[in-house]
């Protein structure tokens, strides 16, 4: 069964999807790929129950643990909220840090990767986390570790993961 209905609900994605997939940042084949055949159960119900999140009180989602597989992983859970009509971009740090990306959810697939951060590294993330925090925004990210990351950026800046749901991948 295709993710996508193209005689449907999904006609105007696939009509302009260069311009959908380039907004979000992922490649336009992503929109293609089912988040199950890439993602956990728990990432796919997190991107099934969106929408309820802010009732639920979820604010986002941190994947911890190996790297491996996260840009496949970032890609596939941005293609998924696309297809939702959800506003999800996909940005590397960098560009996250560059400029203020007004969307439903942020998804930073390199924001910790164990790296100890300069001063100035260390104000405009936790100035970007909050900004996203406070604008309601989701924000899905990597971190190499929870811990690791409060001790390098400090408790508000990791203040802004409370009520994100934590996800160790092993793979």
């Known amino acids: ?23 979000a940042g992922i490649p336009k084949g992503a929109l293609w790929v089912a988040l199950a055949e890439i993602a956990s159960p728990q990432e796919v119900k997190w991107a099934t129950i969106y929408r309820q999140h802010e009732a639920k009180g979820i604010f986002g989602l941190v994947w911890t643990g190996k790297y491996g597989s996260v840009i496949q992983r970032a890609q596939a859970l941005a293609a998924c909220l696309v297809r939702n009509f959800i506003d999800a971009r996909l940005r590397p740090l960098e560009q996250a840090l560059e400029e203020f990306e007004d969307c439903s959810c942020l998804i930073i697939p390199d924001l910790y990767l164990g790296d100890t951060p300069k001063e100035w590294q260390r104000e ?3 100035r970007m986390l909050l900004r996203h925090r406070t604008a309601g925004h989701r924000l899905v990210v990597y971190l190499a570790s ?26």
């Open 146 to 171: 929870l811990h690791e990351f409060e001790k390098a950026y400090g408790p508000v800046a990791a203040s802004a993961f409370d009520g994100c749901l934590k996800l160790q991948l092993d793979q």
């Open 124 to 126: 405009r993330v936790t």
């Open 1 to 23: 069964m295709s993710v996508i209905d193209a005689k449907g609900i999904h006609r105007a994605l696939i009509q302009d999807a260069d311009h959908y997939a380039t907004l």
